[in-house]
């Protein structure tokens, strides 16, 4: 599933391209695009900049019309150059903008919507988004005032339940949320209640330092939209880039105890960790997961 980094990459590599080029052809799958573009058509518009806010990518185009899609499990943006072979069928496609040179496609992409400023601005989603992690006026200390606001509305919500809510801060995903908890050395079923002052900073530095190593431009001019070395850990081979995800059943690459994993908030997210470097903090036992090698391929993260 594509995170915060993920779509900050893509929507670099689309404002590189793209940002003062005048859209020269449009197509959609999708009725409700089609629609707008009938009444409202794109050709000729200049898109002005591409952005990405939390897990949202917004093209902006002149006339004060915005292009906004979210990836969701399996959606992603491809750059190719005019007349340039796709990597994946036709019948993926739900949104090509066109322009002299280029085409964005837009592939699986399961919400696209258009919106003016001002309809955006009415919209249930991106105006509530949290403080976003790989945006320039982001802080540490504005994350951990987010989560200390956030502990005082809800003191018994999980922390890795907390990381993933978009409204506390924009951009974790379901990877860097177990990746977090783990460099931290917080349980991840601890209740906001539970955290200190310092351990809330060490979350949201870590998480901040994490984002922004994954999204360093090392390609120069070169175009980059959605794969990358995502890693936490310094390692370079693919096998050891993470320290906790997706590797329950093997052992912790700091301490050697099995690595768990555990469903966990109400949409059942996997949730990985080590339960001797995550100690549990709190009433009751400690949470109990599944140690059992994990399958290679999931159904959902």
Known sequence: MPEGDT?????????????????????????????????????????????????????????????????????????????????????????????????????????????????????????????????????????????????????????????????????????????VAFAARVNPFRVMQTLSRSEKESLVEIAYRYMKANVVDGKGDGIVTYAGNRRTTHAMEREERLWVYRRQGQECRRCGAAIMMRRQGTQARSTYWCPECQPWIGEGEAPIGNTAQSPTKHSRR
Do not use: C
């Open 7 to 179: 779509i900050y990459r893509s929507a670099r590599a689309l404002h590189r391209v793209l940002a003062g080029q005048v859209v020269t052809a449009f197509d959609t799958g999708l009725a409700k695009l089609a629609r707008v573009n009938d009444d409202a058509p794109l050709k000729g518009r200049t898109i002005e900049k591409v952005e990405s806010r939390g897990k949202w990518l917004l093209m902006h185009f002149s006339g004060d019309l915005i292009l906004v899609t979210h990836m969701l499990m399996s959606g992603s943006w491809h750059i190719y150059r005019t007349g340039e072979r796709w990597r994946m069928p036709r019948s993926r496609m739900r949104v090509v903008i066109s322009t002299a040179e280029w085409e964005a496609v837009a592939f699986n992409v399961p919400i696209a919507e258009f919106h003016t400023t001002r309809s955006l601005e009415r919209s249930e989603q991106i105006p509530r988004l949290g403080p976003d992690i790989l945006s320039t006026e982001f802080t540490v200390s504005s994350g951990v005032e987010r989560l200390s606001a956030y502990a005082r509305e809800a003191p018994a919500a999980e922390i890795a339940v907390v990381l993933l809510n978009q409204r506390v801060i924009a951009g974790l995903g379901n990877v860097y949320k177990s990746e």
